[in-house]
DNA sequence: GCCCGCTGGATTTTATACAATTTCAACACC
DNA sequence: GGTGTTGAAATTGTATAAAATCCAGCGGGC
């Protein structure tokens, strides 16, 4: 998965670290301090930062740096609604035609994430979560929608990982729904599985709301590890 | 409009440019040239084609330049069928609360529509008609969304352009669609207004695809001035 | 005849150096 | 005491130049 160019493992790597919280929401990255972190010149810094206010991850202010684009309920309220407009559809489109060859990959995914659950590595639960729900919709032939559920998916995580530091209870939860998604794709049933995946995305919003809501402070808890 | 840093003001222009068809789909973006034509830096012009990537407009291959991002009738069907997802149900949430200033800004840019119908400058068309949509659905209060649907109208442009060289017939439809989607909402009836914007976007999609469809070779045409 | 590796040229990518802009704190002034 | 201004420091934005990469064409080998 690496890069062939340095912006775009820098990018990579900054990626990683807003999702992992490293840099916290509305902290400033500093184009000099990063380049000198990454032995790199400031310019494919520059670039990587570009592409990554592309991806919403981070905000460029002209003349003023670039800061971690910052969490609000809104807007993750607004990423999950996103999510279950086109998500089901996608599911819809996809899963009729989902071959013997995703499943298993499927399954592998469904399998490391149980790993990942009995070993408590909430860390790596967000990418095995993007990739399965992207696996699922990718014979969708919908590129342009399935790059965008990609980018949600991300940002979402971040938002996750905060729930996640103080309630393991909701990743068991995705687990089930995630592997009776999967069943009922193998078995034909697509809108019994759309339907589910509906509930499943409605569940996060609703367990995500009411975290933020009692966590009235989110700045604050934005900046936990 | 001008933009604070000459990036901002090199990817406008390189927007406006690619819009116009200038810089035909497919062909390749040197940035030498661009620097050199711009009278900048290669690393601004770099920046910018940054930007433009993130919105679509232009694909960069690493160590292999950037090219405008072909046309492709399959990529105009997705665009306009997130549109039809996306659209309506901003219209439905923006319409109750639209301002009379919004509606007078509504009625202006309508006006300036009906004058560029009358001038024949099909230039105008495609901003006059984003920032209309852009204007309706500017009280949803979904950022992301609105974000997105705006550059989803900036690509279905770039298609439409092509159609209008041959087929004027289509703006005065649109133009009456969009004065009487307008009435609806200002005299509050969203769901009608709803529907009507569901069937506009519909129309427009199937306009579109016949004409693709019957220009069978769409790379010729897409060289169109 | 066909495939493979190599070299020349062009283009992108990155590094270094410089200029423009913003920010913040000290300070005079009202 | 509060407010506007002004300077320096820090940071970003841009230009110039060097390094890495890729592609096309060509010659040699099988």
Redesign the interface.
């Known amino acids: 998965m690496k890069?062939?160019?340095i912006a775009?493992s820098i990018g990579s790597e900054i990626r990683r670290r807003i999702l992992d919280g490293r840099y916290p929401a509305g902290s400033q990255l500093r184009q000099d301090g990063l380049a000198t972190e990454f032995g790199a010149s400031r310019?494919p810094v520059?670039?990587a930062l570009?592409?990554l206010?592309?991806?919403?991850l981070v905000r460029i202010h002209?003349?003023r740096g670039a800061t971690v684009a910052p969490l609000s309920p809104?807007?993750a309220a607004?990423?999950l609604?996103?999510r279950g407009?086109?998500e089901p559809?996608l599911l819809s489109l996809s899963a009729p035609r989902l071959t013997a060859e995703d499943f298993a990959r499927a399954d592998a995914l469904l399998e490391d994430y149980a790993a990942a659950l009995r070993d408590g590595a909430t860390a790596r639960w967000g990418a095995l979560n993007t990739d399965l729900h992207l696996l699922l919709y990718g014979q969708a032939?919908?590129?342009?929608?399935l790059a965008?559920v990609g980018s949600l998916l991300a940002e979402c995580d971040r938002y996750t990982r905060l729930q996640l530091s103080t309630d393991n209870a909701e990743l068991e939860r995705a687990d089930r729904e995630h592997r009776e998604i999967v069943r009922l794709c193998r078995n034909g049933h697509v809108s019994a599985a759309c339907a589910l995946l509906t509930d499943h995305i409605d569940h996060v919003a609703a367990a995500l709301m009411a975290f933020l809501g009692e966590t009235s402070g989110l700045t604050k808890s934005a900046g936990i590890v």
Chains 1, 2 share one sequence.
């Not at 206010?53 to 919403?56: D, N």
């Not at 032939?141 to 929608?145: G, I, W």
């Open positions: 890069n062939r160019t775009g310019i520059r670039e570009f592409q206010e592309a991806e919403g002209p003349h809104a807007d607004e990423a609604e996103l407009t086109l559809r032939e919908r590129p342009r929608a965008l």
